[in-house]
């Protein structure tokens, strides 16, 4: 089993900054694969942004490449998501994910745990 607790959300104006964190507890973190999703009201989850355990990999969604940076560090068990430039279009629930094997990173279905969610709100 595998925890995940995202932290860093918030309200922040459009062109703003904003950096998410997910803890991850419980099995060897650096086994696996992490991803964050969004979902907004009234739409579906969307991929975001996804790292391999290597740290070598990573992946973004076209909405957000460019600005968006997913990181790991796996001494503290965590993944990080700096957001740059944000857009109203990016306010959403942000949720941190974790994969247990090489499946597609950039659906629902690639991934066995998932954390809570945090919110965050671009104002413009």
């Known amino acids: 089993q595998v925890q995940l607790l995202e932290s860093g959300g918030g309200l922040v104006q459009a062109g703003g900054s904003l950096r998410l964190s997910c803890a991850a507890s419980?099995?060897?973190?650096?086994?696996?694969?992490m991803g964050w999703f969004r979902q907004a009201p009234g739409k579906e989850r969307e991929f975001v942004a996804a790292?391999?355990?290597?740290?070598?990999?990573?992946y973004y969604a076209k909405s957000v490449k460019g600005r968006f940076a997913i990181s790991r560090d796996n001494t503290k068990q965590t993944v990080y998501l700096q957001m740059n430039s944000l857009k109203p279009e990016d306010t959403a629930v942000y949720l941190c994910?974790?994969?247990?094997?090489?499946?597609?990173?950039?659906?629902?279905?690639?991934?066995?745990?998932w954390g809570q969610g945090t919110q965050v709100t671009v104002s413009s």
């Open positions: 994910a974790a994969s247990t094997s090489s499946r597609d990173y950039d659906v629902e279905a690639g991934y066995d745990y």
């Open positions: 419980g099995r060897t973190f650096s086994d696996y694969n």
């Open positions: 790292i391999r355990w290597s740290y070598i990999l990573t």
